[in-house]
């Protein structure tokens, strides 16, 4: 039975959505994985820390110290959202920054002959900057296989894979391509038995489902606001212990205690400050006492609606002859993320045509999860086509888009 859920009160939470194109119609935002829109307590979140007065941090004035306290805030709703340390919390331009940056400073950790995990199904951001820490290390690097059947992790060689030379594993929490939520938690527990490092890249999980730090039993996690209703701003949480250790670049009369010692420079405060109203977005749709169980609610409350669309999605998508859809067996956890192929019909070009007809943003190509472009070659003709749902997503929306599709395979036929 389908939950009652607020999809106008969610949906008027979000301006963007509004917003019709030159010919009257409203968009369709299928193209959360490529990022989400923006909710309003983000927004005015952003808008209140801008026009009431910005400032640099640590000065004695009324400005300054609305800022230092903002960065507390904002490490304390991180902490709340992932189960971390609110010092545990750093703050970057975006994912793939960050993962370089740690990637840098880890370089004193691996040694020639070590091993490096990653894995085929991860987005490039989560595989480049472990096998730049390789290549200038001299450490081997070792990819978990898609199994090309189930579109999991293949598991089944993980004696292997993780050995006792192995220094360092990095994991995504769910594929940004086709959904597939993985066993991380199963692949950090082996790597941590041999001691190596833990790293989850959790972009594409945290818009979807609760993410807890501690459960994962990783060391480094990153993930990125603007794919749950907030700011273009990257965030990793870092065990204390290693963070404490970490020998990043910095300026030398910065401070050197964590988190601010990986933040270079001056951060971005308004999207700090729209983090904290995204966050808060998330727990009032949550109950409970704490900020962490409104979060972990909220979050659920969520799953279970964008569960309720993926199944409308998904029964469709199987039925249509012409598709064929890049989707893990029933029994694997999903997001509602879906990739798939138009026979004879080149992704870019059905993209344009459901756009141009029917305002659907719809995403093409290999959407940086480009060593499953290699397993798949499917680049030839154009990609995945990647549907990816939000929380403001409705049935009436994928109604249109079993509409537009229809069309466009009558029309090519
Ligand atoms: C799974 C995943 N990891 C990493 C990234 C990179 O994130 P960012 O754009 O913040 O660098 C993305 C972006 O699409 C992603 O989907």
Redesign the pocket.
């Known amino acids: 039975m389908k939950q009652k859920f607020p999809i106008n009160e969610i949906r008027s939470l979000f301006p963007a959505l509004t917003i019709k194109d030159h010919e009257q119609v409203f968009p369709i935002y299928f193209d959360g ?3 989400t829109q923006m909710t309003q307590a983000c927004i005015d979140r952003m808008l209140e820390y801008i026009s009431t007065g910005m400032a640099n941090l640590h000065g004695t004035f009324s400005t300054s110290i609305r800022t230092d306290r903002l960065l507390e805030e904002a490490r304390q709703a991180v902490a709340d959202l992932l189960n971390c340390a609110p010092q545990e919390v750093a703050f970057g ?7 370089f940056k740690v990637a840098e400073s880890l370089r004193s950790f691996i040694f020639e002959g070590d091993e490096i995990v990653v894995t085929q199904l ?5 595989v480049d900057p472990w096998l730049y820490l390789a290549k200038e290390t001299g450490a081997e690097v070792k990819f978990i296989p898609v199994d090309k059947e189930d579109l999991t992790l293949d598991l089944s060689n993980l004696d292997e894979l993780i050995t006792s030379k192995t220094k360092l594993v990095a994991v ?1 929490l ?3 391509l086709t959904g597939t939520i993985t066993e991380a938690e199963r692949l950090f527990a082996k790597a941590k038995k041999v001691g190596a490092l833990t790293i989850a ?1 959790a ?3 945290v818009p979807h489902f609760p993410v807890d730090f501690q459960k994962l039993g990783c060391d480094i996690i ?3 606001a ?2 749950f209703f907030g700011p ?1 701003l ?1 965030i990793a949480a870092i065990k204390a212990a290693l963070f404490e250790k970490l020998p990043v670049p910095k300026l030398q009369p910065a401070p050197n205690e964590i988190p601010f010692r990986l933040e270079t420079g001056t951060q971005n405060h308004e999207a700090i400050a729209g983090l904290c109203g995204a966050i808060d977005f998330l727990a009032h749709l949550g109950t409970g006492e704490k900020a962490s169980e409104k979060i972990t609610t909220g979050m659920q409350r969520l799953e279970r609606y964008e569960q309720e669309l993926s199944e409308e999605m998904e029964a469709f998508l199987k039925n249509i002859p012409e598709v064929e859809l890049y989707r893990a067996p029933e029994k694997v956890k999903k997001t509602p993320t879906f990739a798939f192929r138009i026979k004879n019909i080149h992704s870019r070009e059905a993209t344009r045509f459901f756009a141009d007809k029917y305002n659907l943003c719809i995403g093409d190509g290999h ?3 480009a060593t499953m472009a290699e397993v798949f070659p499917v680049l030839e003709s154009g990609g995945w086509i990647r549907i990816g749902f939000a929380p403001y997503n409705t049935f009436e929306e994928i109604e249109v888009f079993k509409q537009a599709l229809k069309d466009l395979i009558l029309m090519k036929s």
Not at 93 to 99: D, F, I, P, V, Y
Not at 122 to 126: F, L, V
């Open positions: 994985p490529g990022g331009q975006n994912m793939t920054s960050l993962a991860d987005h490039r951001a989560n995504g769910a594929s940004n890249d972009v594409h999980a990153f993930c990125s603007y794919k273009h990257g959407f940086y999860a």
